[in-house]
C-alpha cells in the first residue's frame, strides 16, 4: 500500500478514536515521522497532504533539509544534544524534546541570535523506563518555572513516549498521567506557559493517545505499512 493509502486508514482510525471520546479531529495535528523514510518517500508524505513532518536526528534531518527544506513544517522528535541545537534553531518549527536546563539555554541562546521563538514541549519520562529521556513527573512543574527567564522559549505543551508493549491499551495510564499532570500545569496559569498541547502517541498506540487528550500524534511505521 502507498503511504496516501495507509494514511486514509490512520485518518479513519483518528477520526474514529476522536468519535469514541467526544472530541473534534480538527484538535489533532499528525505529524508524520519521516526518519525511516527516504526523500522521494518524504516527498509522497508531501503529495498526501500532511504538512508536518518529525525528524529524531539532527545529522540525518541536515540532509534531507537540503533536498526538502521548502516543504512542510519540521518538528524535532529526538533526542537532542546541546551541540546540535545551532543546526535545528532555524530548520525546525517545534522542538518536542526539551527535557533539562542546559538544553533550555542553549535553545534560549540560539533562537534570540535567530530572532525567534521556539515552540517548545517538554519531554515527561511518565514511564519511568531507564532507555527513555525526560524529566520525572515530580521535576516538571519546577522546571516550567525556570523557563519564565527564557524570552526565547514557549512552553507549548508536554511530550511523553509510552513504553513498547503487546497490548497498547496498556499505555493508557502513561498517557492519562500525562494530561492530568497539564491540568495541574494549567492551573497555575503562567504567563510564560501556556501548556496547550500534549504530543503523545506513537502508531503502535494512537487511538489510545487520542482518547486521552493527545493534540499532536507522532506517526511513523503506520504510515509505511509497518
Ligand atoms: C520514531 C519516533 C516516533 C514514531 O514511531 P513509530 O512507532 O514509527 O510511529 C515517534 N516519536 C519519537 C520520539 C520517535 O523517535
Known amino acids: 500500500m502507498s503511504i ?9 482510525n483518528i477520526e474514529r478514536a476522536c468519535a469514541r471520546s467526544g472530541r473534534s479531529p480538527d484538535e489533532i495535528t499528525v505529524v508524520a515521522v519521516t526518519k525511516y523514510m527516504s526523500p522521494e518517500q518524504m516527498q509522497e508524505v508531501f503529495k498526501a497532504g500532511l504538512e508536518h513532518i518529525g525528524e529524531s ?19 524535532f522528535i529526538g533526542h537532542l544534544q546541546s551541540n546540535k541545537v545551532k543546526y535545528v534553531i532555524d530548520k525546525f518549527r517545534y522542538i518536542h524534546s526539551l527535557d533539562r536546563l542546559s538544553l533550555a539555554r542553549e535553545i534560549e541562546r540560539r533562537a534570540a541570535r535567530h530572532g525567534v521563538r521556539m ?11 531507564t532507555s527513555k529521556h525526560g524529566l520525572h513527573p515530580d521535576e516538571v512543574e519546577r522546571f516550567v518555572e525556570h523557563l519564565a527567564e527564557f524570552n526565547h522559549i514557549v512552553p ?8 513498547y508493549v503487546e497490548d497498547p491499551e496498556q499505555t493508557r495510564p502513561v498517557f492519562s498521567r500525562l494530561k492530568e499532570l497539564q491540568i495541574l500545569l494549567q492551573d497555575r496559569k503562567y504567563d510564560h506557559a501556556p501548556l496547550t498541547e500534549l504530543s503523545m502517541g506513537m502508531s503502535n498506540d494512537y487511538p489510545i493517545a487520542v482518547e486521552e487528550g493527545a493534540t499532536y500524534l507522532r506517526l ?3 504510515l509505511m505499512g509497518r
Open 4 to 12: 496516501y493509502d495507509q494514511w486514509l486508514k490512520v485518518r479513519d
Open 57 to 75: 536526528k539532527a545529522q540525518d534531518a541536515l540532509e534531507k533539509w537540503e533536498q526538502l527544506g521548502d516543504k512542510g513544517t519540521w518538528h
Open 119 to 129: 515552540p517548545c514541549f517538554i519531554q515527561v519520562n511518565v514511564s519511568g523506563e
Open 156 to 163: 507549548i505543551g508536554l511530550m511523553t513516549m509510552a513504553p
Open 220 to 222: 511513523g511505521s503506520c
